[in-house]
Protein backbone atom coordinates (compact mmCIF):
# COMPACT_ATOMS: atom_id res chain seq x y z
CA UNK A 1 0.00 0.00 0.00
CA UNK A 2 1.26 3.66 -1.24
CA UNK A 3 -0.36 6.72 0.72
CA UNK A 4 0.19 10.01 -1.12
CA UNK A 5 -0.45 13.37 0.37
CA UNK A 6 -0.30 16.47 -2.19
CA UNK A 7 0.45 20.29 -0.51
CA UNK A 8 1.32 23.29 -1.84
CA UNK A 9 -1.71 24.26 -3.69
CA UNK A 10 -3.58 27.71 -3.49
CA UNK A 11 -4.09 30.89 -5.35
CA UNK A 12 -2.12 32.57 -7.26
CA UNK A 13 -1.72 35.80 -9.96
CA UNK A 14 -1.19 35.03 -13.87
CA UNK A 15 2.45 34.54 -14.30
CA UNK A 16 2.85 33.81 -10.84
CA UNK A 17 4.62 29.96 -9.09
CA UNK A 18 3.65 27.42 -7.00
CA UNK A 19 5.50 24.89 -6.16
CA UNK A 20 3.62 21.57 -5.37
CA UNK A 21 4.30 18.79 -2.99
CA UNK A 22 3.55 15.08 -2.96
CA UNK A 23 4.80 13.05 0.14
CA UNK A 24 4.80 9.13 -0.67
CA UNK A 25 4.56 7.09 2.58
CA UNK A 26 4.30 3.12 2.72
CA UNK A 27 6.16 0.51 0.21
CA UNK A 28 7.96 3.68 -1.53
CA UNK A 29 10.07 1.34 -3.00
CA UNK A 30 7.12 -0.80 -4.98
CA UNK A 31 6.92 3.17 -6.64
CA UNK A 32 8.60 2.68 -10.18
CA UNK A 33 6.84 6.34 -11.80
CA UNK A 34 5.52 9.11 -9.66
CA UNK A 35 2.74 11.30 -11.44
CA UNK A 36 0.92 14.56 -11.50
CA UNK A 37 -2.35 14.96 -13.15
CA UNK A 38 -4.83 17.98 -12.87
CA UNK A 39 -8.83 17.73 -13.74
CA UNK A 40 -10.38 21.43 -14.25
CA UNK A 41 -14.64 21.66 -13.77
CA UNK A 42 -16.18 20.28 -16.42
CA UNK A 43 -13.03 17.91 -18.18
CA UNK A 44 -11.52 15.20 -17.99
CA UNK A 45 -8.83 14.38 -15.26
CA UNK A 46 -5.18 14.35 -17.82
CA UNK A 47 -1.93 14.13 -17.54
CA UNK A 48 0.70 17.09 -16.77
CA UNK A 49 3.73 15.37 -15.79
CA UNK A 50 5.83 12.04 -14.94
CA UNK A 51 9.27 10.91 -13.57
CA UNK A 52 10.60 7.38 -13.37
CA UNK A 53 12.28 6.84 -9.62
CA UNK A 54 15.60 6.53 -11.53
CA UNK A 55 14.93 9.94 -11.96
CA UNK A 56 14.51 10.13 -15.44
CA UNK A 57 11.56 12.11 -16.99
CA UNK A 58 8.75 9.98 -18.37
CA UNK A 59 6.09 13.08 -19.43
CA UNK A 60 5.30 16.67 -19.74
CA UNK A 61 1.93 17.79 -21.05
CA UNK A 62 2.54 20.03 -24.25
CA UNK A 63 0.63 22.74 -22.38
CA UNK A 64 3.13 22.89 -19.44
CA UNK A 65 6.26 22.23 -21.24
CA UNK A 66 8.97 24.87 -20.41
CA UNK A 67 6.84 26.30 -17.14
CA UNK A 68 6.39 22.93 -14.88
CA UNK A 69 9.09 21.03 -13.86
CA UNK A 70 8.86 17.86 -12.08
CA UNK A 71 11.44 16.65 -9.37
CA UNK A 72 12.04 13.92 -6.75
CA UNK A 73 13.96 13.57 -3.90
CA UNK A 74 13.93 9.47 -3.42
CA UNK A 75 15.63 10.24 0.38
CA UNK A 76 12.67 12.65 1.52
CA UNK A 77 10.39 10.82 -0.11
CA UNK A 78 8.56 13.04 -1.81
CA UNK A 79 7.81 14.48 -5.76
CA UNK A 80 7.35 17.93 -6.81
CA UNK A 81 5.83 20.00 -9.57
CA UNK A 82 7.14 23.74 -9.52
CA UNK A 83 4.71 25.57 -11.61
CA UNK A 84 6.25 29.18 -13.20
CA UNK A 85 4.48 31.29 -15.54
CA UNK A 86 1.09 29.97 -14.14
CA UNK A 87 -1.60 30.71 -16.95
CA UNK A 88 -5.83 31.20 -16.16
CA UNK A 89 -5.87 27.65 -17.88
CA UNK A 90 -3.71 26.09 -15.17
CA UNK A 91 -6.24 26.41 -12.83
CA UNK A 92 -7.57 22.75 -11.49
CA UNK A 93 -7.22 20.33 -8.75
CA UNK A 94 -4.45 18.75 -8.65
CA UNK A 95 -3.34 15.45 -8.13
CA UNK A 96 -0.38 12.95 -7.13
CA UNK A 97 -0.44 9.25 -8.63
CA UNK A 98 2.19 6.34 -8.30
CA UNK A 99 2.76 4.04 -10.88
CA UNK A 100 4.15 0.33 -9.62
CA UNK A 101 3.81 -1.64 -12.67
CA UNK A 102 7.82 -1.16 -13.12
CA UNK A 103 7.20 -0.01 -16.88
CA UNK A 104 9.16 2.17 -19.15
CA UNK A 105 6.62 4.40 -21.40
CA UNK A 106 8.45 4.89 -24.65
CA UNK A 107 9.04 8.29 -26.10
CA UNK A 108 7.72 10.40 -23.50
CA UNK A 109 4.58 10.48 -25.05
CA UNK A 110 2.11 9.21 -22.42
CA UNK A 111 2.68 9.70 -18.59
CA UNK A 112 3.34 6.89 -16.85
CA UNK A 113 0.27 4.48 -15.32
CA UNK A 114 -1.35 4.99 -12.01
CA UNK A 115 -2.54 2.47 -9.03
CA UNK A 116 -2.09 4.97 -6.64
CA UNK A 117 -3.81 8.83 -6.30
CA UNK A 118 -3.19 11.44 -3.52
CA UNK A 119 -6.53 13.49 -2.73
CA UNK A 120 -6.00 16.05 -4.55
CA UNK A 121 -4.60 20.33 -3.70
CA UNK A 122 -6.56 23.00 -5.57
CA UNK A 123 -4.84 25.53 -7.81
CA UNK A 124 -6.31 28.39 -8.64
CA UNK A 125 -4.97 30.79 -10.69
CA UNK A 126 -6.38 34.20 -11.31
CA UNK A 127 -5.99 37.77 -13.28
Known amino acids: QVTLVESGGGSVQAGGSLNLSCAIS????????MSWFRQSPGKEREGVASIYRSGDIAYYADSVKGRFTISQDNDKRTVSLQMNSLELEDTAIYYC????????????????????WGQGTQVTVSS
Open 26 to 33: GYFYDTSC
Open 97 to 116: AADTSGRRYAGEARPCGTKY
